[in-house]
Every structure is written in C-alpha cells, then in structure tokens.
C-alpha cells in the first residue's frame, strides 16, 4: 500500500463516520446478544455479526462499543461478498482466564482468507500469565495461542490496537499481501516466554509503523518466505530485538529480501537488529536487508549476524548454515551496547556471508571503546564507523 494511501485513511472516528454516510451497512455486536460485562461467553454474537457483515453487498462496518467482551477462539473467515469490512472497536476483548481454553487452539482471533479488512482500536487482554508459570514450572501446558492472526489474507489493515499478555505471538501475519501494521501498542513482562510482538511470515507487502512494542520475545520476527517489508518508528524495549529468523531449520526453506528497518529505537534489548540461522543445511538466503537510522540505548548486541543460533545451547547442530546472507547495509545507527562486542557478524564456514556494508556507525560501551568481531563475513565501510571495522573483503 503507497504511503500516499496511508496518508489519505482518516482518523477511527473519520472512518466509522464514512461508512456509515455512505450507506454502509452497519452492525453493532450488542444488537446481536454481546454483552460488555466480561463474564458472558459473546463469542457466537461476534461471529454471527461477522457473518451478517462478510454477507453483506455493500461495505460493512462491525461496531464493538465500550465494555468488556469475553470471547473464546474465533476465527472469521471469508472470502466475503463485502469488499470491505471495518471492524470498529471501542472497548476491550478479553480471553478466559482458563489458559486451557485457549491454549490448545493456534490462535485467540484469526481472520482467514479476507480480503479489505480493517481493524481500528480497542484492546486485547489474552490473560497469559498463567499460561507463562505453567511454562516456567515445566507442567504440561497446551501450546499456547497467538492472540491475533490474519492468514491467506489481503489488503489488510490493522491501526491504533492495543495488545497485552499474548499467550505466545501477539500479531501474526502469514500467508498475507498488502498489510499495513501501525500505531501498535503490544504489552508483555520481559520474562514472558515466546511473546513475540509481531511475526511475519510467507507474505509480502507488510508496513508495521509508529508502533511500541515492549515483550518477552522478538519486538518484530521476520520469518522465511518475506518479501517487501517496511519497518519504521518503531520504539523496541523490553524484547530480544527486531530479527530475520530463526531461518535453516529445514532444506527446503523460502528466503527473506527486500526488507528496511529504519527511524527506530531500542531501549535495553537483548538485541538490536539481527539476522540468525540455524547452523543446518539449506537452501534459504537473506538478502538486499537495510538497517538505517537507528538508535540503540544499552542494547546487549546492537549489531548480529548469527548463523549458529541454538538458543537453549542444547542437541545444536554441528554443520554449517546453508543459508546465504548478502548485500545488508547498516547506516546511520548510534548509541550503546551492554557488552564490549557492539558488532558481531557470526557467518557461515561453507557459505559466508557477502556484502555487507557499514555507514556511519558510533557505537560505544561504558562510555568507551566497544569492538566488532567477524567470522566468514566480507563487505565494506564508509565514513566513520565506530567500533571499527573488522569484514573482510
């Protein structure tokens, strides 16, 4: 989507207003039996508004008022006879406490093969602290759910959601062109495991923009398969960082090109940009991947390419990564590292990594001198770059 059409949407407000001025059809999920109380399952009067909206022949707009709805796993799914369908949300959506009642489902909220959906406002609560202490206690725990997914969609557009306490991944996007992410703001305890805040995977065409994320896991995952994904003013802290990957875990892996990260901050992260792969056979690559302006404030790994990821440091392989990374830029990125080593490029034996470029770069630790290391990566710098350059050519 240009960033023209992104200037023109108007405000929630503006929109709801639109659509319902120009005989839109409009349907507000009370009038359906939701009750805004918390406590009462509205789950089938959600879906049965869906239903009346995705049928409709002309445009719809799904109304949540003010209050709290209970809803158990939903999916709503096309593809639909609207050609647009906003979803409103003024209140908050909650989920069980029961984590088993969601758990075992892959998503809390899943939209399926729509097309020219939009989802502007509101809150979702997915109560997963009790599902992180039965992890943390090493019960048997179901596998827990994303709280929000858009799968084999298109023209999607998600804008001013809040997200907090996801079971797993808060915002997934697979399988997915032309998606517009922005104005997030994702919650969750740094110790909450895999609480990614955004995953995107096999799609093509994701904007994620002014956005606060502060999680357990990755701010931003980028997974096999993305193409043509713009990242910027994204404010990352607590989390592990905006990341490529985990890639190589199989042969026969789709690649990772065309991304920009770029007019973001990283407060206190174990990582800042990185791309990571596991140290298997495959033919994955990553490739023409621009990190620019960028700030980091105490950020454990501001700079990391690693292709012997083995995050448990348990039964990891011992081959080299397949997967091949080139032409990667880092422009313009300044601030602070929480360890001495404010570069690490950790490349690959049989296939190195090439073409990396370093621009102004000014990266301190304790106020004093940090130091890169390189293993199997060749590129060049331009301008100052602090600390200094290690590739090779």
């Not at 906003?86 to 939209?111: C, E, H, K, M, R």
């Not at 997200?163 to 909450?192: E, F, G, M, W």
Request: hydrophobic share 35%.
């Amino acid at each position: 989507m240009s960033k023209l059409l992104l200037s023109w949407i108007p405000s929630c407000l503006v929109c709801m207003a639109f659509f319902q001025s120009s005989n839109a059809a409009y349907y507000n999920v009370a009038n359906f039996g939701a009750r805004p109380d918390g406590k009462t399952d509205s789950t089938q009067p959600f879906l049965r508004a869906w239903w009346s909206a995705c049928n409709s022949i002309t445009p719809a707009t799904i109304y949540v008022p003010r209050g709290t709805f209970l809803l158990k796993a939903i999916a709503f799914t096309g593809p639909c006879k609207s050609s647009r369908i906003v979803f409103q949300i003024a209140g908050t959506l909650i989920a069980p406490s029961d984590y088993w009642s969601l758990g075992n489902s892959p998503y809390w909220i899943l939209f399926i093969k729509v097309s020219g959906v939009s989802v502007y406002g509101g809150s979702l609560n997915a109560n997963g602290a009790r599902y992180w202490a039965c992890r943390r206690a090493g019960r048997s725990c179901p596998a827990g759910s994303r709280s929000i997914g858009f799968l084999w969609s298109s023209n999607v557009m998600v804008s001013g959601l809040t997200s907090i306490n996801s079971q797993t991944v808060h915002v997934n996007v697979n399988s997915c062109y032309d998606v517009v992410l922005r104005n997030l703001k994702i919650s969750a305890p740094s110790s909450s495991p895999n609480t990614d805040g955004i995953h995107v995977q096999s799609s093509t065409g994701v904007t994620i923009s002014s956005s606060i994320i502060k999680t357990g896991d990755d701010c931003i995952s980028i997974g096999q398969g993305s193409r043509n994904l713009w990242i910027d003013h994204v404010d990352c802290g607590p989390g592990h960082g905006i990341s490529i990957g985990s890639l190589g875990q199989q042969v026969n892996e789709d690649g990772v090109q065309n991304v920009t990260v770029t007019s973001s901050v990283f407060s206190r992260t174990l990582n800042g940009v990185r791309i990571k792969s596991w140290a298997n056979p495959s033919n994955g690559y990553v490739r023409n991947v621009v990190f620019r302006n960028i700030i980091m404030k105490n950020v454990y790994n501001p700079i990391i390419i690693d292709q012997k990821y083995c995050p448990s440091n348990n039964g990891c392989p011992s081959q080299s990564s397949g997967v091949k990374i080139s032409q990667v830029t880092y422009k313009n990125i300044k601030g602070t590292s929480a360890s001495p080593i404010a570069m690490n490029f950790i490349c690959s034996s049989s296939s190195p990594c090439k073409g990396i470029k370093l621009q102004d770069i000014k990266l301190t630790y304790n106020n004093g001198a940090a130091t890169s290391s390189c293993s199997n990566a060749g590129g060049m710098s331009n301008g100052v770059v602090i600390p200094r350059s290690c590739l090779g050519k």
